[in-house]
């Protein structure tokens, strides 16, 4: 017996031509990059067909791109899969809210303006922090916990086994590094990004992402969500919008998460959005799961193939 939940990507999934021949090959994608432009007052579909990767890449124009290609193909597959029964949704940090989008909680436009609103404060925290991020490949949890409290820098993402991320002030984030590797990190290796996400440096967002969350009408899920703060479902909206103003500057519990779902049951995930990043981490959580996805037509038609009845 299946039981199937749904994973959405989170930020750095973005790359230039994502959704491109979803929405030249299918009128439903084509309709809702347009309904997405015109939600935002600008040509977002075309920075994420065509970039550049410099604007593509601003966190302002990443994040609802992710979200938006994410949820193109959400609606993608249920439209060729009407019968497709899902019993979970799970997204990584920016993805946690196509994953409430997807469970019913928020609308898909609200989320859209919410996630440009949030890639805005987000950016806006950077331009005032020295904040950078690296991962740390191939050292225990305990190890990299004992090199964040050191260097004075926060575990961010807890992605994998053998694959977590850290985040802070540039120059602490230099000497975790250093410390990481000391300590036997096969690589400890700064990220590309604009500034220290899921950590203190990020505070200034969270007044301002609770302000645009109280515009939203925000729902019991249909479904349930996992939270990236708790690694457990969402509860009430209260707690729902709650949770997404911690998670701005909490660590991202998405092993845990997984772990959850699989101890509950679930077999089969299927990721959507661009990338294959979280279908990656999957492997290294457990290789015994089935994992699918959605990031364009050949993906969606491999994936619609494997999900017919027999």
């Not at 040509?43 to 410099?54: K, M, S």
Request: with cysteine.
């Amino acid at each position: 017996m299946q039981k199937i939940a749904l994973m959405f990507a989170g930020q750095g999934a973005q790359q230039v031509g994502m959704g491109r021949d979803l929405a030249e090959q299918f009128p439903t994608a084509k309709s809702l990059f347009d309904k997405a432009n015109e939600t935002l007052g600008y040509d977002l579909a075309n920075i994420c067909f065509n970039g550049p990767e410099a604007e593509l890449t601003k966190t302002e124009h990443a994040q609802p791109g992710i979200y938006l290609v994410s949820w193109v193909a959400f609606q993608l597959l249920r439209e060729k899969l009407p019968h497709l029964q899902f019993a979970c949704t799970a997204g990584l940090s920016l993805g946690e809210f196509t994953a409430l989008a997807a469970g019913g909680a928020i609308a898909f436009e609200d989320g859209l303006r919410v996630v440009r609103a949030r890639g805005r404060f987000m950016q806006e925290a950077c331009d005032v922090t020295a904040g950078s991020m690296a991962a740390i490949i191939g050292l225990e949890e305990s190890a990299t916990r004992a090199v964040c409290e050191q260097a004075g820098v926060q575990l961010a993402n807890l992605n994998c086994p053998g694959q977590l991320v850290i985040s802070g002030a540039k120059e602490k984030i230099e000497k975790a590094c250093e410390l990481a590797k000391a300590q036997g990190a096969k690589r400890a290796l700064p990220l590309a990004v604009a500034g220290a996400y899921h950590s203190p440096l990020m505070e200034s967002a969270q007044p301002k992402l609770s302000a645009e969350l109280a515009r939203i009408a925000v729902n019991a899920p249909s479904v349930p969500v996992m939270s990236n703060v708790t690694a457990q479902p969402h509860g009430a909206p209260a707690e729902i919008r709650a949770r997404l103003v911690e998670q701005v500057t909490a660590s991202v519990l998405w092993e845990a998460s997984m772990r959850a779902l699989i101890a509950n049951g679930f077999n089969l995930f299927i990721e959507l959005g661009p990338g294959t990043a979280l279908s990656g981490f999957m492997k290294r959580i457990d290789k015994s799961v089935q994992v699918l996805n959605v990031a364009d037509a050949a993906s969606l038609n491999a994936t619609v193939a494997a999900l017919q009845p027999q």
